[in-house]
């Protein structure tokens, strides 16, 4: 006897098919959204590590401390910061590092290396 529509089997196999893609698509979401969080994260530390830079070579860095460390908060983030400063080839010239971590976490966020004058040796 056959009669219109669909048999029992027929919509569970069709609910089943949408089911794994509707899991499919919902992992994905979730992932992007991990993505993006931590994109923003990297992208604060940046920030950070651009604010430190500026502050050593606008600053004096002859005489001062080859390591410092200290914290700065970005949209309520706290980021740990390491500034290493080591004389290069060259008059008064130095080389400067900057590692950007988030506070807790041993993970290195941004990284900066560059070059500076101590512009303020006469």
Not at 38 to 59: F, H, K, M, S
């Amino acid at each position: 006897m056959t009669s219109p529509g669909f048999s029992l089997l027929e919509t569970m196999v069709a609910l089943a098919v949408f089911s794994l893609a509707a899991v499919g698509l919902l992992s994905l979401n979730t992932q992007s959204a991990r993505i993006s969080t931590e994109l923003e994260t990297r992208q604060l530390a940046q920030i950070v590590a651009a604010n430190i830079a500026t502050d050593a070579v606008t600053g004096k860095l002859r005489g001062t401390s080859p390591t410092l460390r200290g914290e700065q908060t970005q949209l309520r983030r706290t980021f740990t910061w390491t500034r290493t400063v080591e004389a290069a080839p060259g008059d008064n010239l130095y080389s400067i590092r900057i590692d950007v971590t988030e506070a807790g976490s041993p993970a290195v966020l941004a990284r900066l290396s560059l070059l500076a004058n101590d512009m303020t040796v006469p």
